[in-house]
């Protein structure tokens, strides 16, 4: 009896262990599984160096130095920018939410016990007292991560893939395996116009050989001209996929929106307002690029602020509050300035330039 007794609890044990190896192999192989993307734009990219370079730069234009020499520079010029960019958009990490933002354990007790929809808001404007916080969710009420088990900074979100919640969450991208975010919005940008200026330059720089290959009348390099043919048209391609999508950013960064913003305008606490955090084209551009205009073309961070905390608009009028790091998350009135160093507060109200900062990597 006893034997059987340790038999089935081993085979319990097996079983158990078993699923666990199970699931653990499977959430490897998902994680495989997202880099196919990134992979495939990298191999991309390699092809190209190896078709530009080796094939188009230093054997079909053998014998023309100046351009051989030109062409070369400025493939790894654009190129080099257009990696850098995508290695940053990938390998940024998402950050993470203030421990101000988590609750206290007696709170998060208190939540969990909660029985009305009442209760739980008023506990959660209780723990979001002296927080820098404007939006609500849609019964008006503090927006919380169930999953996270922290009060939401305004414009973050939950992503499901990367399993946080997310500071200015964009939208969660699979071409770079990576959440686009306050911390790589910049770089995201970028990786999307240098690569979009990468492909016109490829296309536009074979075009004179690619008209002569396509005509069939050139005999000597018939075995290489297959190479020219896909670079013109993979490039012309992804330039204008590249396109709608970079012009659609650029959109979005001038009105100072998410993607997520842009299909769900954010609630404030006088309700939506699709303009909720839109303060003049230049200050939104600066808020993503940074006041130092050399600085705006390399992918180093330069975002004004901490991801937690923005300028908001309540109907005409704008609410200040210091887009600097905080040091602390204590309550700012709409009438108060906290930090008079901040750039972009005119001593009338309004908002002005920023002046010219220093470059941050």
């Known amino acids: 009896m006893q034997a059987a007794s340790l038999q089935n609890k081993s085979d319990r044990i097996m079983a158990r262990w078993m699923r666990s190896s199970f699931m653990g192999r499977c959430i490897q192989c998902l994680a495989l599984v997202k880099w196919i993307p990134v992979i495939f734009v990298i191999l991309v990219v390699a092809w190209s160096y190896?078709?530009?370079?080796?094939?188009?730069?230093?054997?079909?234009?053998?014998?023309k130095v100046l351009?051989?020499?030109?062409?070369?520079?400025?493939?790894?010029?654009?190129?080099?920018?257009?990696?850098?960019?995508y290695y940053r958009t990938i390998f940024t990490p998402p950050g993470q939410v203030p421990a101000a933002f988590h609750l206290s354990p007696t709170a998060l007790d208190r939540l969990t016990q909660a029985s009305s929809k009442d209760e739980k808001g008023a506990i959660l404007a209780e723990a979001a007292e002296g927080l820098p916080i404007r939006c609500r969710n849609y019964d008006g009420l503090v927006r919380y991560c169930e999953v996270c088990q922290v009060i939401k900074p305004d414009r973050a979100h939950h992503c499901s893939v990367c399993t946080r919640c997310v500071l200015k969450m964009d939208h969660h991208c699979p071409w770079v395996n990576n959440c686009v975010n306050f911390m790589n919005y910049k770089y995201f940008i970028l990786f999307m116009f240098y690569a979009f200026i990468f492909c016109i330059y490829v296309s536009l720089s074979v075009l004179p050989d690619f008209i002569v290959f396509w005509a069939k009348e050139d005999q000597k390099h018939r075995g290489l001209k297959i190479h020219v043919i896909f670079l013109f048209f993979v490039g012309i391609m992804f330039a204008l996929s590249l396109s709608f999508l970079l012009f659609y950013h650029m959109f979005l960064v001038a009105r100072n929106r998410t993607t997520l913003e842009a299909f769900r305008e954010p609630i404030l606490i006088d309700g939506p307002n699709k303009r909720a955090f839109d303060i003049g084209i230049l200050n939104n551009i600066m808020q993503v690029f940074g006041p130092d205009i050399l600085c705006c073309f390399f992918p180093t961070h330069t975002a004004l602020g901490d991801g937690t905390s923005f300028p908001a608009r309540h109907g005409n009028r704008v609410s200040y509050e210091s887009i600097t790091p905080a040091r602390s998350h204590s309550p700012v009135s709409e009438t108060q300035i906290p930090m008079p160093e901040d750039p972009c507060r005119r001593?009338?109200?309004d908002f002005a330039f920023y002046p010219p900062g220093n470059c941050n990597g």
Do not use: K
């Open 50 to 63: 190896y078709a530009y370079v080796v094939v188009y730069c230093i054997v079909i234009l053998e014998g």
């Open 67 to 85: 351009s051989q020499v030109l062409f070369i520079i400025l493939y790894h010029l654009i190129g080099g920018l257009f990696m850098w960019s």
């Open 347 to 349: 001593s009338d109200g």
